[in-house]
């Protein structure tokens, strides 16, 4: 009896070798990949493939708190593609969709491996930098802007731009996005002064 039972156990036990260990693992390991995928999805823009809104919005929560512990300061930047209406009433709204994904390409190219760049929603981009003084991110801004301008395709491109700053008093994510906004549309209301200027000097 005694030896029945214990044939019954060892029939209620599959023994696993090796090539089960490794079957194991490859299920495993594709599993975090998946996880991996769905995380990097649920982060980024469909069209650009930059972090969205909710990502940008995680890594300004990060950055003011890593502020406040180190004390060092921190940059934003946004960015507004310059005429998509008409660049989509002429060309068409794939034309569109190509020349945001083109405003995308330079903010990669041009960011380092600590800063973010997202996409801010319709037309607008935005770009973290951390440990970065003004000085440093309008030297950034404008060698984003004349990538943009000079990327060798067509339709020809422009971006606005707008920089904010942390730490300064009373700071939020809000205050932060609001105050580079205000920037953005003072170049974009400058930009057309001039041209109503030149138009008026020449009689066009």
């Not at 769905?38 to 300004?60: E, F, I, K, M």
């Not at 708190?65 to 060092?72: D, I, M, P, S």
């Not at 037309?123 to 404008?142: G, S």
Request: glycine fraction near 8%; charge should be negative; include cysteine.
């Amino acid at each position: 009896m005694g030896e029945e039972r214990d044939e019954g156990k060892n029939r209620d036990w599959p023994q696993i070798g090796p090539q089960d260990c490794g079957f194991i693992a490859e299920d495993v390991t594709k599993q975090r990949e998946l996880e991996d995928h769905l995380r990097r999805q649920a982060a980024s823009d469909p069209l650009t493939g930059l972090a969205n809104y909710r990502r940008l919005v995680d890594v300004l929560d990060m950055e003011i708190k890593r502020c406040e512990r180190t004390g060092r300061e921190f940059a934003v930047l946004l960015f507004d593609l310059d005429g998509l209406k008409l660049i989509n009433d002429r060309y068409g709204h794939m034309s569109g969709s190509q020349a945001l994904c083109r405003v995308a390409d330079v903010l990669s190219f041009c960011c380092r491996e600590i800063d973010t760049a997202a996409r801010f929603g319709g037309d607008e981009f935005a770009v973290v930098l951390p440990e970065t003084n003004a000085e440093a991110a309008k030297h950034v801004a404008r060698r984003i802007c004349d990538s943009v301008a000079n990327d060798g395709k067509g339709p020809a491109l422009s971006v606005s731009f707008g920089i904010a700053i942390y730490p300064q008093p009373g700071t939020s994510i809000e205050s932060l996005l609001c105050e580079a906004d205000a920037g953005l549309y003072a170049m974009k209301r400058r930009r057309v002064s001039q041209a109503e200027s030149r138009h008026a000097a020449t009689g066009q």
